[in-house]
């Protein structure tokens, strides 16, 4: 499975990004994905997870009500749309693919991940 991570870039507070992320490799709609970041100095930590249908969606406290998980099967495509950004949203961000079709925040339910792309965050 390959996971190709985009649209990650210098914002300022208060803005939105939406990042993407490609899949190929293995049938897609079969897998949960998820979005985990990792700041400098810190442990990399769940942002937001959905299940193969797109149905279920779960997020992190820190970011609820600003980001949004979402899923386009016939693309191979997941995406993360992140709003009102924060200092603290600052990290490398990266995708993942599920080893279930069952959404999940649990590190150890994802066995394929991106390279990751980069959000800076300007006040």
């Known amino acids: 499975v390959q996971l190709q991570a985009s649209g990650g870039g210098l914002a300022q507070a208060g803005a939105s990004l939406r990042l993407s992320c490609a899949a190929s490799?293995?049938?897609?709609?079969?897998?949960?994905m998820g979005w985990f970041r990792q700041a400098p100095g810190k442990e990399r930590e769940f942002v937001a997870t959905?299940?193969?249908?797109?149905?279920?969606?779960y997020y992190a406290d820190s970011v609820k009500g600003r980001f949004t998980i979402s899923r386009d099967n016939a693309k191979n495509m997941v995406y993360l749309q992140i709003n009102s950004l924060k200092p603290e949203d600052a990290a490398v961000y990266y995708c993942?693919?599920?080893?279930?079709?069952?959404?999940?925040?649990?590190?150890?339910?994802?066995?394929?991940w991106g390279q990751g792309t980069l959000v800076t965050v300007s006040s």
């Open positions: 993942a693919s599920a080893l279930t079709p069952s959404a999940t925040g649990r590190n150890s339910q994802y066995d394929h």
């Open positions: 490799g293995r049938t897609f709609s079969s897998y949960a």
């Open positions: 959905i299940d193969w249908s797109g149905g279920i969606t």
